[in-house]
């Protein structure tokens, strides 16, 4: 993997390219790094994509993004389909998605092809840097891949490591993992995140792949361990968030108990999942992390279906985003709720806030015709909407207001 010779490329050369970068991750990244004065070229193959961004219009819910995107784009910032024009960059950084595959282990195959398919148009004299989370070990194989050619090649690891929908703030407030496997790497790596980030924490490779999964698979495992808990409250007739709210005031040891709640998205559970295959699937916390957050929605219809017939049931599902206030819902447990209700007889109607979809009705809407609502993503809008008492709420979030007698 690997060629040398001069850049390819068309036009001046840029300081950044971001490859995959009108994604969740490289996109909030690319328009920070504009804003911080670098020349940054997004690489993506989304041509619609791209199409919107060069008109400054952000593709999904990411605060404070729009008027930074609409100020650089076309400036500082701008935007390619063709892949040649990589080889314009100083610095390139992989932003590209990381899969598990269908049997929830590491799919490296999409990162390996990515460096193949860019193989004529990077050189040794580029820092690249990968931003996407990775197996353990995965960096020092694309090295070795790069230096078949018996050339030296810059590589750094830099995981990213912010909440999505607030990667613009995060940026600039959270540290920057730094790591590479030659010194230079490393060196223009922590140059380049010193830009945007208030301190760089220099690590190994190794600690730096595992850093990212352990924090993953460890917020998994603080949702599993609340979501265990809110299971034990219910079946016992407690209001699981009185109790978790009489825990957490005022008492720091347990204040990083999170609230009950779907434990979703493109992470969480890939992540676990890669440490599990890692440790030759003896991770028992992260397996049993995953039999509580993936059975909670089967539980929610089990108790259900113990007091009506869904058969004769119509059920609102309130926010089919993954989280509240954004718009992804790659791998909502939302919609493995309502296959389950559906697979009871249910009727199942869907809204969310954010997420647009044909199929979609309004929350209000939602709730007229439902006899049960349940809450599936903790939307900033539902804290002020009335549910009548004549139809049964499940809000683990706790967000609905009171109902009123």
């Not at 792949?209 to 361990?225: D, G, M, P, T, V």
């Not at 109790?243 to 008492?251: D, F, I, K, S």
């Not at 003896?282 to 279906?305: D, K, S, T």
């Amino acid at each position: 993997m690997g060629s040398g010779g001069a850049p390819t490329g068309t036009g001046r050369s840029v300081d950044v390219c971001v490859v995959g970068g009108a994604g969740h991750v490289g996109l909030p990244l690319s328009i920070l790094l504009a804003a911080a004065g670098q020349r940054v070229l997004i690489y993506d193959v989304a041509e619609k994509v791209l199409e919107r961004l060069r008109r400054g219009e952000m593709p999904f819910v990411e605060y404070d993004a729009d008027p930074l995107l609409r100020k650089f784009a076309g400036k500082t910032l701008t935007f390619t389909s063709d892949r040649a024009e990589v080889a314009r960059a100083r610095m390139v950084i992989m932003a590209i998605g990381t899969p598990v595959d269908e049997f929830l282990n590491p799919n490296l195959r999409a990162l390996l092809d990515l460096f193949a398919s860019l193989q004529p148009f990077l050189r040794p004299e580029q820092t690249i840097i990968i931003r996407s989370t990775v197996y353990p070990g995965t960096c020092r194989r694309v090295q070795a891949a790069l230096a078949r050619d018996g050339r030296e090649w810059h590589l750094a690891y830099c995981p990213e490591r912010i909440a999505q929908g607030y990667a613009v703030r995060e940026l600039k407030e959270l540290p920057q993992l730094v790591s590479g496997l030659t010194g230079r790497a490393a060196g223009d790596a922590a140059a380049l995140f010193g830009r945007i980030a208030p301190k760089i924490i220099r690590v190994s490779v190794e600690e730096a792949e595992l850093a990212k999964l352990f924090s993953n698979a460890w917020r998994y495992i603080q949702f599993a361990a609340t979501n265990q808990f809110y299971m034990m409250a219910t079946d016992f007739g407690a209001d699981y968030d009185q109790v978790r709210r009489a825990m957490v005031e005022g008492y720091g040891r347990a204040s990083s108990l999170p609230a009950a709640g779907f434990a979703a998205g493109p992470c969480l559970l890939k992540d676990t999942m890669q440490l599990a295959a890692f440790n030759l699937n003896h991770f028992a916390l992260g397996q049993a992390a995953m039999n509580i957050n993936e059975g909670l929605p089967n539980y929610l219809v089990m108790r259900l279906a113990r007091r009506r017939d869904l058969s004769r049931t119509r059920v609102g599902i309130l926010g089919m985003a993954f989280k509240g206030d954004i718009d992804d819902t790659r791998d909502s447990l939302s919609y493995k709720l309502g296959k389950i209700l559906r697979f009871h007889g249910a009727e199942v109607l869907y809204s969310d806030e954010y997420a647009v979809d044909p199929t979609f009705i309004s929350k209000e809407d939602l709730v007229a015709r439902s006899e049960v609502v349940i809450v599936g993503a903790p939307h900033s809008a539902y804290r002020s909407l009335r549910v009548p008492p004549s139809v049964e709420r499940v809000d683990l979030w706790g967000i609905l207001p009171p109902a009123e007698s």
